[in-house]
Protein backbone atom coordinates (compact mmCIF):
# COMPACT_ATOMS: atom_id res chain seq x y z
CA UNK A 1 0.00 0.00 0.00
CA UNK A 2 1.65 3.41 -0.81
CA UNK A 3 0.53 7.14 -0.86
CA UNK A 4 -1.66 9.63 1.43
CA UNK A 5 -3.50 6.59 2.80
CA UNK A 6 -0.37 4.91 3.69
CA UNK A 7 1.18 7.73 5.29
CA UNK A 8 -2.04 8.61 7.54
CA UNK A 9 -1.86 5.00 8.69
CA UNK A 10 1.71 5.20 9.65
CA UNK A 11 0.81 8.63 12.02
CA UNK A 12 -2.36 7.10 13.47
CA UNK A 13 -0.55 4.20 14.24
CA UNK A 14 1.92 6.10 15.86
CA UNK A 15 0.03 8.52 17.77
CA UNK A 16 -2.20 5.33 18.79
CA UNK A 17 1.25 4.02 20.58
CA UNK A 18 1.94 7.63 21.87
CA UNK A 19 -1.84 7.56 23.32
CA UNK A 20 -1.42 4.49 24.92
CA UNK A 21 2.04 5.38 26.47
CA UNK A 22 0.02 8.33 27.71
CA UNK A 23 -3.05 6.51 29.20
CA UNK A 24 -1.09 3.88 30.82
CA UNK A 25 1.27 6.77 32.57
CA UNK A 26 -1.60 8.98 33.99
CA UNK A 27 -3.38 5.80 34.79
CA UNK A 28 -1.62 5.17 37.51
CA UNK A 29 0.44 8.17 37.90
CA UNK A 30 2.83 7.32 40.23
CA UNK A 31 6.06 7.57 37.37
CA UNK A 32 4.88 10.76 36.11
CA UNK A 33 5.27 11.99 39.36
CA UNK A 34 8.08 10.66 40.56
CA UNK A 35 9.59 12.51 37.44
CA UNK A 36 7.87 15.71 38.15
CA UNK A 37 9.12 15.17 42.32
CA UNK A 38 12.37 14.93 41.40
CA UNK A 39 12.58 18.16 39.10
CA UNK A 40 11.44 19.99 42.36
CA UNK A 41 13.67 18.39 44.59
CA UNK A 42 16.87 18.92 41.89
CA UNK A 43 15.71 22.48 41.42
CA UNK A 44 14.95 23.25 45.14
CA UNK A 45 18.80 21.98 46.05
CA UNK A 46 20.29 23.38 43.58
CA UNK A 47 18.36 27.03 44.53
CA UNK A 48 18.94 26.09 48.19
CA UNK A 49 22.87 25.44 47.71
CA UNK A 50 23.58 28.48 44.86
CA UNK A 51 20.60 30.88 45.30
CA UNK A 52 19.88 33.72 43.11
CA UNK A 53 22.95 35.81 44.15
CA UNK A 54 25.68 32.70 44.89
CA UNK A 55 27.25 32.55 41.82
CA UNK A 56 29.61 35.44 40.29
CA UNK A 57 28.38 37.77 37.70
CA UNK A 58 30.78 36.94 35.35
CA UNK A 59 29.97 32.78 35.63
CA UNK A 60 26.00 33.18 35.87
CA UNK A 61 24.97 32.69 32.09
CA UNK A 62 27.34 29.89 31.80
CA UNK A 63 26.74 28.29 35.34
CA UNK A 64 23.01 28.78 35.04
CA UNK A 65 22.93 27.43 31.41
CA UNK A 66 24.53 24.13 32.69
CA UNK A 67 22.71 23.73 35.91
CA UNK A 68 19.23 23.92 33.99
CA UNK A 69 20.25 21.10 31.41
CA UNK A 70 21.67 18.74 34.00
CA UNK A 71 18.01 19.61 36.50
CA UNK A 72 16.48 18.76 32.73
CA UNK A 73 18.66 15.66 31.96
CA UNK A 74 18.44 13.81 35.04
CA UNK A 75 14.46 14.49 35.49
CA UNK A 76 14.11 12.96 31.77
CA UNK A 77 16.62 9.71 32.56
CA UNK A 78 14.04 8.71 35.50
CA UNK A 79 11.48 8.62 32.96
CA UNK A 80 12.47 8.33 29.56
CA UNK A 81 14.09 5.20 29.90
CA UNK A 82 10.70 3.30 30.92
CA UNK A 83 9.72 3.19 27.51
CA UNK A 84 10.25 0.03 26.19
CA UNK A 85 11.19 -1.22 29.84
CA UNK A 86 7.46 -0.69 30.73
CA UNK A 87 6.10 -3.67 28.14
CA UNK A 88 8.87 -6.11 29.45
CA UNK A 89 7.60 -5.58 33.27
CA UNK A 90 3.69 -5.47 32.49
CA UNK A 91 3.84 -8.37 29.49
CA UNK A 92 2.79 -6.80 26.92
CA UNK A 93 5.73 -6.46 24.83
CA UNK A 94 4.77 -9.44 22.87
CA UNK A 95 1.02 -8.33 22.05
CA UNK A 96 2.44 -5.24 20.71
CA UNK A 97 4.83 -6.61 18.90
CA UNK A 98 2.10 -8.79 16.98
CA UNK A 99 -0.08 -5.49 16.53
CA UNK A 100 2.45 -3.05 15.57
CA UNK A 101 5.89 -2.71 13.45
CA UNK A 102 9.90 -1.81 14.99
CA UNK A 103 8.81 1.60 13.71
CA UNK A 104 5.15 2.85 14.45
CA UNK A 105 6.28 1.43 18.15
CA UNK A 106 9.53 3.86 18.13
CA UNK A 107 7.83 6.87 16.31
CA UNK A 108 5.08 6.13 19.00
CA UNK A 109 7.12 6.07 22.64
CA UNK A 110 9.51 8.81 20.60
CA UNK A 111 6.56 11.14 20.57
CA UNK A 112 5.15 10.32 23.92
CA UNK A 113 9.08 10.85 25.66
CA UNK A 114 9.15 14.31 23.81
CA UNK A 115 5.76 15.36 24.95
CA UNK A 116 6.74 14.25 28.62
CA UNK A 117 10.28 16.19 28.32
CA UNK A 118 8.42 19.46 26.99
CA UNK A 119 6.07 18.93 30.43
CA UNK A 120 8.90 18.55 32.40
CA UNK A 121 10.94 21.55 30.65
CA UNK A 122 7.48 23.62 30.56
CA UNK A 123 7.41 23.61 34.34
CA UNK A 124 10.88 23.33 35.33
CA UNK A 125 12.34 26.11 33.29
CA UNK A 126 9.85 28.89 34.14
CA UNK A 127 10.66 27.69 38.32
CA UNK A 128 14.15 27.79 37.36
CA UNK A 129 14.35 31.68 36.29
CA UNK A 130 12.41 32.67 39.29
CA UNK A 131 14.42 30.60 42.01
CA UNK A 132 18.09 31.40 40.19
CA UNK A 133 16.85 35.59 38.80
CA UNK A 134 17.66 34.02 35.68
CA UNK A 135 16.94 36.40 32.57
CA UNK A 136 16.61 35.00 29.41
CA UNK A 137 17.35 38.17 26.82
CA UNK A 138 15.93 35.72 23.86
CA UNK A 139 13.15 33.61 24.81
CA UNK A 140 12.79 32.63 21.53
CA UNK A 141 16.16 31.25 20.78
CA UNK A 142 15.98 29.55 24.13
CA UNK A 143 12.86 27.41 23.04
CA UNK A 144 14.31 26.93 19.85
CA UNK A 145 16.67 24.96 22.09
CA UNK A 146 14.48 23.36 24.27
CA UNK A 147 12.85 21.92 21.57
CA UNK A 148 15.89 20.25 19.58
CA UNK A 149 17.58 19.25 22.45
CA UNK A 150 14.23 17.56 23.91
CA UNK A 151 14.07 15.83 20.26
CA UNK A 152 17.29 14.26 20.51
CA UNK A 153 17.18 13.43 23.91
CA UNK A 154 13.54 11.76 23.42
CA UNK A 155 14.81 9.68 20.57
CA UNK A 156 17.62 8.68 21.74
CA UNK A 157 16.49 7.58 25.14
CA UNK A 158 13.77 5.34 23.55
CA UNK A 159 15.88 3.65 21.05
CA UNK A 160 18.19 2.74 23.79
CA UNK A 161 15.46 1.84 25.96
CA UNK A 162 14.65 -0.78 23.52
CA UNK A 163 18.11 -1.86 23.57
CA UNK A 164 18.52 -1.91 27.30
CA UNK A 165 14.31 -3.37 27.78
CA UNK A 166 15.38 -7.15 27.88
CA UNK A 167 18.95 -7.05 29.74
CA UNK A 168 20.30 -7.12 33.17
CA UNK A 169 20.43 -4.13 35.42
CA UNK A 170 18.64 -2.03 32.75
CA UNK A 171 18.02 0.80 35.36
CA UNK A 172 22.22 1.23 35.68
CA UNK A 173 22.72 0.20 31.91
CA UNK A 174 21.09 2.93 30.66
CA UNK A 175 22.60 5.20 32.15
CA UNK A 176 26.23 3.92 31.07
CA UNK A 177 25.21 3.59 27.81
CA UNK A 178 22.73 6.62 27.07
CA UNK A 179 25.79 9.10 28.66
CA UNK A 180 28.45 8.91 26.05
CA UNK A 181 26.04 9.36 23.09
CA UNK A 182 24.02 12.10 24.29
CA UNK A 183 26.95 14.33 25.51
CA UNK A 184 27.31 15.36 22.05
CA UNK A 185 24.27 16.87 22.40
CA UNK A 186 23.71 18.14 26.41
CA UNK A 187 27.21 20.40 25.19
CA UNK A 188 26.30 22.52 22.14
CA UNK A 189 22.53 22.88 24.02
CA UNK A 190 24.28 24.59 26.91
CA UNK A 191 26.18 26.64 24.53
CA UNK A 192 22.75 27.76 22.62
CA UNK A 193 21.41 28.28 26.17
CA UNK A 194 23.98 30.66 27.53
CA UNK A 195 23.72 32.61 24.19
CA UNK A 196 20.13 32.59 24.21
CA UNK A 197 20.44 33.89 28.03
CA UNK A 198 22.46 36.86 26.64
CA UNK A 199 19.99 37.80 23.87
CA UNK A 200 21.68 36.24 20.72
CA UNK A 201 21.05 33.19 18.65
CA UNK A 202 23.30 30.75 18.37
CA UNK A 203 23.61 29.56 15.11
CA UNK A 204 26.48 27.10 15.15
CA UNK A 205 25.41 25.21 18.37
CA UNK A 206 21.50 25.08 16.95
CA UNK A 207 22.70 23.72 13.41
CA UNK A 208 25.04 21.20 15.46
CA UNK A 209 21.58 20.16 17.80
CA UNK A 210 19.29 19.97 14.40
CA UNK A 211 22.23 17.96 12.36
CA UNK A 212 22.50 15.60 15.63
CA UNK A 213 18.67 15.53 15.65
CA UNK A 214 18.06 14.30 11.80
CA UNK A 215 21.16 11.89 12.22
CA UNK A 216 20.02 10.20 15.31
CA UNK A 217 16.36 9.92 14.51
CA UNK A 218 17.32 8.43 10.68
CA UNK A 219 19.37 6.16 12.78
CA UNK A 220 16.79 5.16 14.85
CA UNK A 221 14.22 4.51 11.99
CA UNK A 222 16.78 2.72 9.91
CA UNK A 223 17.49 0.12 13.30
CA UNK A 224 14.20 -0.10 14.77
CA UNK A 225 13.07 -3.15 13.25
CA UNK A 226 16.25 -4.73 14.68
CA UNK A 227 15.43 -3.59 18.10
CA UNK A 228 12.27 -4.32 18.12
CA UNK A 229 12.52 -8.45 17.01
CA UNK A 230 11.72 -11.16 19.66
CA UNK B 1 48.47 -11.27 6.69
CA UNK B 2 51.78 -13.35 7.57
CA UNK B 3 53.38 -10.43 5.15
CA UNK B 4 52.01 -8.06 7.05
CA UNK B 5 53.40 -9.00 10.35
CA UNK B 6 56.76 -9.14 8.41
CA UNK B 7 56.74 -5.86 7.79
CA UNK B 8 55.40 -4.29 10.31
CA UNK B 9 58.21 -5.03 13.04
CA UNK B 10 60.85 -3.09 10.77
CA UNK B 11 58.22 -0.77 9.76
CA UNK B 12 57.39 0.39 13.56
CA UNK B 13 61.02 0.11 14.79
CA UNK B 14 61.75 2.65 11.89
CA UNK B 15 59.19 4.90 13.03
CA UNK B 16 59.95 4.95 16.36
CA UNK B 17 63.78 5.39 15.62
CA UNK B 18 62.75 8.37 13.30
CA UNK B 19 60.28 10.13 15.28
CA UNK B 20 63.05 10.93 18.09
CA UNK B 21 66.23 10.91 15.64
CA UNK B 22 64.82 13.06 12.41
CA UNK B 23 62.51 15.77 12.51
CA UNK B 24 63.37 18.88 14.18
CA UNK B 25 60.88 19.72 17.32
CA UNK B 26 57.78 21.67 16.40
CA UNK B 27 57.84 25.84 16.95
CA UNK B 28 55.50 26.85 19.47
CA UNK B 29 55.94 23.80 21.84
CA UNK B 30 58.31 22.99 24.74
CA UNK B 31 61.20 21.16 24.49
CA UNK B 32 60.67 17.86 22.44
CA UNK B 33 57.04 17.50 23.63
CA UNK B 34 55.70 17.84 19.79
CA UNK B 35 57.15 14.30 19.06
CA UNK B 36 53.80 13.08 20.56
CA UNK B 37 52.58 13.87 17.67
CA UNK B 38 53.91 10.75 16.01
CA UNK B 39 52.15 8.57 18.74
CA UNK B 40 49.15 10.30 19.84
CA UNK B 41 47.52 11.27 16.67
CA UNK B 42 48.03 7.56 15.10
CA UNK B 43 46.67 6.15 18.40
CA UNK B 44 43.35 8.44 18.29
CA UNK B 45 43.31 7.73 14.40
CA UNK B 46 43.30 4.14 15.41
CA UNK B 47 40.69 4.38 18.01
CA UNK B 48 37.99 5.65 15.89
CA UNK B 49 38.77 3.45 13.22
CA UNK B 50 38.26 0.45 14.79
CA UNK B 51 34.76 1.51 16.07
CA UNK B 52 34.30 2.28 12.83
CA UNK B 53 35.25 -1.13 11.83
CA UNK B 54 32.78 -2.70 14.26
CA UNK B 55 30.07 -0.68 12.93
CA UNK B 56 30.69 -1.83 9.85
CA UNK B 57 30.86 -5.74 10.44
CA UNK B 58 27.93 -4.79 12.91
CA UNK B 59 25.62 -4.21 9.77
CA UNK B 60 27.39 -7.21 7.99
CA UNK B 61 26.22 -9.30 11.02
CA UNK B 62 22.14 -7.53 10.50
CA UNK B 63 22.73 -8.33 7.48
CA UNK B 64 24.19 -12.14 7.15
CA UNK B 65 23.63 -13.12 10.66
CA UNK B 66 27.14 -14.59 10.63
CA UNK B 67 28.61 -15.08 13.96
CA UNK B 68 32.04 -14.78 12.51
CA UNK B 69 31.25 -10.51 12.01
CA UNK B 70 30.05 -10.36 15.24
CA UNK B 71 32.80 -11.55 16.89
CA UNK B 72 34.99 -9.48 14.70
CA UNK B 73 32.91 -6.27 15.79
CA UNK B 74 33.53 -6.95 19.32
CA UNK B 75 37.08 -7.80 19.00
CA UNK B 76 37.38 -4.49 16.82
CA UNK B 77 35.74 -2.50 20.28
CA UNK B 78 38.12 -4.39 22.29
CA UNK B 79 40.71 -2.71 20.42
CA UNK B 80 39.49 0.18 20.15
CA UNK B 81 39.25 0.56 23.80
CA UNK B 82 42.69 -0.24 24.39
CA UNK B 83 44.06 2.66 21.60
CA UNK B 84 41.61 5.09 23.46
CA UNK B 85 43.16 4.73 26.48
CA UNK B 86 46.68 5.06 24.78
CA UNK B 87 45.03 8.21 23.55
CA UNK B 88 44.44 9.64 26.90
CA UNK B 89 48.14 8.46 28.17
CA UNK B 90 49.42 10.08 25.69
CA UNK B 91 47.58 13.35 25.47
CA UNK B 92 47.74 13.46 29.23
CA UNK B 93 51.95 13.17 29.43
CA UNK B 94 51.50 15.77 26.47
CA UNK B 95 49.07 18.06 28.29
CA UNK B 96 51.61 18.40 31.82
CA UNK B 97 54.51 19.19 29.60
CA UNK B 98 52.29 22.28 28.09
CA UNK B 99 49.42 23.12 30.30
CA UNK B 100 50.80 21.96 33.73
CA UNK B 101 47.93 19.53 34.48
CA UNK B 102 47.77 16.08 33.24
CA UNK B 103 43.86 16.47 32.75
CA UNK B 104 42.13 19.73 32.74
CA UNK B 105 38.83 18.71 31.12
CA UNK B 106 40.06 20.14 27.96
CA UNK B 107 36.97 19.52 25.01
CA UNK B 108 39.17 17.53 23.13
CA UNK B 109 41.11 15.72 25.79
CA UNK B 110 37.27 14.82 27.44
CA UNK B 111 36.13 13.64 23.83
CA UNK B 112 38.50 10.64 23.73
CA UNK B 113 37.20 10.23 28.00
CA UNK B 114 33.87 9.82 26.77
CA UNK B 115 34.83 7.39 23.53
CA UNK B 116 36.84 5.00 26.03
CA UNK B 117 32.34 5.33 27.82
CA UNK B 118 31.28 4.50 24.58
CA UNK B 119 33.42 1.45 24.05
CA UNK B 120 32.98 0.48 27.34
CA UNK B 121 28.93 0.83 27.12
CA UNK B 122 28.93 -1.45 24.15
CA UNK B 123 30.98 -4.05 26.25
CA UNK B 124 28.74 -3.57 29.24
CA UNK B 125 25.60 -3.92 27.33
CA UNK B 126 26.79 -7.35 25.98
CA UNK B 127 28.18 -8.72 28.91
CA UNK B 128 24.20 -7.92 30.63
CA UNK B 129 22.56 -10.05 27.61
CA UNK B 130 22.16 -13.99 28.04
CA UNK B 131 20.96 -15.51 25.05
CA UNK B 132 24.01 -15.28 22.37
CA UNK B 133 21.63 -14.21 19.26
CA UNK B 134 19.83 -11.31 20.87
CA UNK B 135 23.64 -10.08 22.77
CA UNK B 136 24.68 -10.40 18.41
CA UNK B 137 22.04 -7.98 17.84
CA UNK B 138 21.90 -5.45 20.62
CA UNK B 139 25.56 -5.21 20.38
CA UNK B 140 25.44 -4.85 16.91
CA UNK B 141 22.49 -2.28 17.24
CA UNK B 142 24.36 0.18 19.55
CA UNK B 143 27.43 0.19 17.29
CA UNK B 144 25.92 1.18 14.64
CA UNK B 145 23.51 3.43 16.48
CA UNK B 146 26.71 4.74 18.06
CA UNK B 147 29.04 4.93 15.01
CA UNK B 148 26.41 7.36 13.14
CA UNK B 149 26.93 9.62 16.82
CA UNK B 150 30.61 9.61 17.09
CA UNK B 151 31.31 12.04 14.69
CA UNK B 152 29.20 14.13 16.71
CA UNK B 153 30.94 13.62 19.85
CA UNK B 154 35.21 13.19 18.33
CA UNK B 155 34.86 16.10 15.22
CA UNK B 156 32.00 18.59 15.97
CA UNK B 157 31.42 18.71 20.06
CA UNK B 158 35.51 19.87 20.64
CA UNK B 159 35.62 22.27 17.60
CA UNK B 160 32.12 24.15 19.24
CA UNK B 161 33.59 25.22 22.51
CA UNK B 162 37.07 26.61 22.87
CA UNK B 163 40.03 24.24 23.35
CA UNK B 164 43.86 24.01 24.48
CA UNK B 165 44.34 21.74 22.62
CA UNK B 166 46.43 22.12 19.45
CA UNK B 167 45.65 22.74 15.89
CA UNK B 168 44.55 18.94 14.58
CA UNK B 169 45.72 17.78 10.85
CA UNK B 170 42.02 18.11 10.25
CA UNK B 171 41.85 22.02 10.08
CA UNK B 172 39.66 24.79 8.84
CA UNK B 173 42.26 25.91 6.66
CA UNK B 174 42.13 22.35 4.96
CA UNK B 175 46.11 22.20 5.37
CA UNK B 176 48.86 20.13 6.97
CA UNK B 177 51.13 22.62 9.01
CA UNK B 178 54.16 20.26 9.23
CA UNK B 179 57.42 20.48 7.29
CA UNK B 180 58.24 17.42 5.29
CA UNK B 181 60.62 15.25 7.44
CA UNK B 182 57.30 15.06 9.85
CA UNK B 183 55.00 14.74 7.45
CA UNK B 184 56.88 11.48 6.60
CA UNK B 185 57.48 10.67 9.61
CA UNK B 186 54.07 11.35 10.88
CA UNK B 187 51.99 9.26 7.97
CA UNK B 188 54.14 6.46 8.11
CA UNK B 189 53.30 6.36 11.72
CA UNK B 190 49.49 6.26 10.72
CA UNK B 191 50.07 3.68 8.54
CA UNK B 192 52.24 1.21 11.50
CA UNK B 193 49.34 1.78 13.91
CA UNK B 194 46.64 0.88 10.98
CA UNK B 195 48.71 -1.84 10.44
CA UNK B 196 48.78 -2.41 13.80
CA UNK B 197 45.72 -2.73 14.39
CA UNK B 198 44.30 -4.61 11.64
CA UNK B 199 47.32 -7.47 12.50
CA UNK B 200 45.91 -7.26 15.99
CA UNK B 201 42.35 -7.97 15.27
CA UNK B 202 43.02 -10.56 12.62
CA UNK B 203 44.36 -12.18 15.71
CA UNK B 204 42.17 -11.55 18.40
CA UNK B 205 39.67 -12.57 15.89
CA UNK B 206 40.60 -15.66 15.17
CA UNK B 207 41.06 -16.67 18.61
CA UNK B 208 37.51 -15.93 19.40
CA UNK B 209 36.37 -18.23 16.50
CA UNK B 210 38.19 -20.84 17.45
CA UNK B 211 36.84 -20.67 21.19
CA UNK B 212 33.41 -20.55 19.83
CA UNK B 213 34.02 -23.90 17.80
CA UNK B 214 35.47 -25.38 20.41
CA UNK B 215 32.64 -24.28 22.50
CA UNK B 216 30.06 -25.86 19.72
CA UNK B 217 32.22 -29.07 19.87
CA UNK B 218 32.13 -29.65 23.47
Known sequence: MTGPRARLGFFSRAWAVCAKDAAQELRRRVAIASIFFFAATALALVSYAVGPFGLPPEARSSLDASLLWIILFFSAATGLPRAFVREEETGTGLGLRKVASGVVVLAGKGLFNFLLFLAIAALSVPAFAVLLEWRVASPVALAAVVLLGGWGLSIVSTFLSALVARAGQRNVLFLVVSFPLLVPLLLPAIAATIQASEGAVAQTPLRVLAAYDGAATCAAYLLAAVVWED | ?218
Open chain 2, 1 to 218: MKYLKLLLLPWMAAVVAASFLWPEPAKGFLGESSRIVFFHVPCAWTAALAFLVAAGYSVGWLVARNPRFDEVAETAVRLGLLFAVLTLLTGSLFAKIMWGSYWNWDPRESSYLLLVFLYSAYLFLRAAVDDRERRARIGSAYAVFAAVLMPFLVFVAPRVTASLHPQTVINPQGKILMDAPTKTVFFAALAGFTGLFFWMLEIESRLARLTRERRQTG
